[in-house]
């Protein structure tokens, strides 16, 4: 599944915070630099404001860039006077999030139950595959496993990709090798970012791996499962009366 990203009438440079500071004090000045430089290269795109963000800044026009006015643009930003320009990384245009899994593989992939499957260590394996080239990961990468009796995982994954979804239509299908195990990635449904108990309606942990013996009703927060609720009423009116709204 891929989500529909925002507008392509800007680009994103990620930087370091000391950089995104000293840029944004001059913010005006820059605009006026960066549509005058673009108006002499006969461009019809200007910028209209630029803001900070927690990654680096962002530089909004008035159309979408071509490739001639990013670099345009991103020789100004790495020019600017008092910018380190090894503290900025690659300048892109804003993308859509596609969804992607992984399985077919151990969650303990060593059989050594003190040494469960690691998503940084998936993460390097799949940097170091030729199918990953020019992926780039939106989030990190998520490790659950399957069910308590089954030593098995999914390992979902975010990528950055075009609104067409193209990546991820070309990584769906393939097959990697992790480890001993040869996995499968396979297309996924924008998936949670914390699991939630259904038996006892807890968050940081999934239905599967709950140890706690019986539920608890969603509606009244009694001992019983919230489908049965219509049969516990008294359970309810009890409730209310010990927390009032």
């Known amino acids: 599944m891929t989500t529909k990203g925002p507008s392509c009438k800007q680009v994103l440079f990620p930087m370091s ?5 000293k840029f944004m004090k001059n913010s005006s000045v820059h605009i006026a630099s960066i549509n005058r430089i673009l108006k002499n290269t006969k461009s019809e795109v200007s910028v209209d404001f630029i803001r900070a963000d927690p990654v680096g ?34 300048p892109h245009l804003p993308q859509s999030k596609s969804y992607l899994k992984i399985i077919g ?45 089954l030593d098995m995982a999914i390992i979902w994954i975010n990528i ?25 990635i396979r297309g996924a449904n924008a998936n949670p970012g914390v699991p939630q108990c259904k038996n006892y309606w807890r968050w940081g942990y999934s239905t599967f791996s ?21 049969r516990f009423r008294w359970c309810c009116k009890a409730n209310e009366k010990t927390n009032p709204p």
């Open 57 to 90: 800044i962002t530089i909004i026009t008035n159309k979408v860039l071509q490739a001639s006015n990013l670099i345009t643009i991103e020789n100004y930003v790495k020019n600017s006077e008092s910018i380190d320009s090894s503290q900025i990384d690659t």
């Open 160 to 184: 950055w990709d075009a609104q067409s979804g193209t990546k991820a239509k070309d990584l769906i299908n393939r097959c990697l090798n992790v480890g001993l195990s040869i996995t499968t």
């Open 210 to 230: 709950c140890r706690i013996q019986g539920s608890k009703c969603v509606k009244c927060s009694g001992p019983h499962k919230s489908e049965n609720h219509h």
């Open 17 to 21: 915070n000391n950089n995104m500071v």
């Open 105 to 149: 593989i151990p969650y303990f992939p060593n059989g050594n139950l003190q040494d469960r499957l690691n998503s940084s260590d998936v993460e390097n394996i799949i940097k170091q595959n030729h199918i990953s080239n020019n992926v780039i990961l939106a989030s990190k990468l998520r490790v659950i496993k399957v069910s308590p009796k």
